[in-house]
């Protein structure tokens, strides 16, 4: 995902110690969406189950957050037909890290929108997609971080090749240096992001981010992790296998 930066200003997390937070004695809440069907994959297995080191990529994700608090509350937001699964996986792989499940919904917005009904306090909340589990502990604490000074926060990295945009005559080329590749995990204040989540549901919601965005908001961003990719091809599970199995992750 491309986001237009006019005025490149990636928040310094150096600074935050130097600043009051409003937010430092709330809950730490991560919402992870794995909705994901394996399609582009040609898989059978849902993207989110199938296994890098004997153990499902979701189950990876979710202890890339645990790695950052092991207090943080998790909520997991399904397709209602692969729950069942999912109770089995973590029975085979002896998975019992307290976490809530929740059905979702048609698509990623009203799935988000579920895993919120279970956010029922004040909090700190990220959306995390379940097929990123190269998050760095580090992207996280500055997400939550940034988040906690300024309402809003979510992590991107620069982009390394040229990019052209379409036009009607065909394409042209646009400076590079003035948008930012987006990832998750993408943390809001709680009331902030139900707020957002109340508004009719659009097609240019690509993101949590555009839908706080379209309330009104500003939108901080922060220094994501290369490495925090999103598996959704087996060119991406490749990559994901080896970054596995040759880093700290």
Request: charge should be negative.
């Amino acid at each position: 995902m491309l986001i237009f930066v006019p005025v490149v200003s990636i928040c310094q997390y150096e600074t935050n110690e130097q600043m009051t937070r409003k937010y430092m004695n709330k809950d730490k809440i991560v919402i992870i969406v794995a909705g994901g069907k394996g399609e582009r994959m040609k898989s059978i297995i849902p993207k989110q189950f199938i296994e890098i080191q004997a153990k499902p990529l979701l189950m990876h994700t979710i202890q890339a957050f645990l790695r950052y608090d092991v207090t943080i509350q998790l909520i997991v937001v399904l397709p209602s037909d692969q729950i069942e699964f999912w109770k089995a996986l973590c029975k085979k792989h002896a998975f019992d890290f307290p976490h809530q499940i929740v059905s979702g919904g048609q698509n990623r917005f009203y799935s988000v929108k579920k895993g919120l009904e279970l956010v029922s306090h004040s909090a700190m909340v990220a959306v995390h997609d379940g097929v990123r589990p190269l998050v760095s502990v580090e992207t996280i604490s500055r997400c939550f971080d940034e988040a906690e000074i300024n309402d809003t926060a979510i992590p991107v990295v620069d982009l390394v090749d040229s990019i052209r945009q379409l036009t009607v005559e065909g394409s042209q080329s646009v400076d590079r240096t003035a948008f930012k590749l987006v990832q998750t995990p993408q943390v809001f204040e709680a009331g902030l992001l139900m707020r957002a989540y109340e508004q009719e549901y659009s097609s240019l919601f690509t993101d949590d981010a555009s839908v706080v965005e379209a309330m009104g908001a500003q939108i901080s961003l922060v220094e994501g992790n290369r490495e925090n990719i999103k598996i959704t091809t087996a060119f991406d599970l490749k990559m994901a296998e080896i970054l596995l199995e040759n880093s700290n992750f």
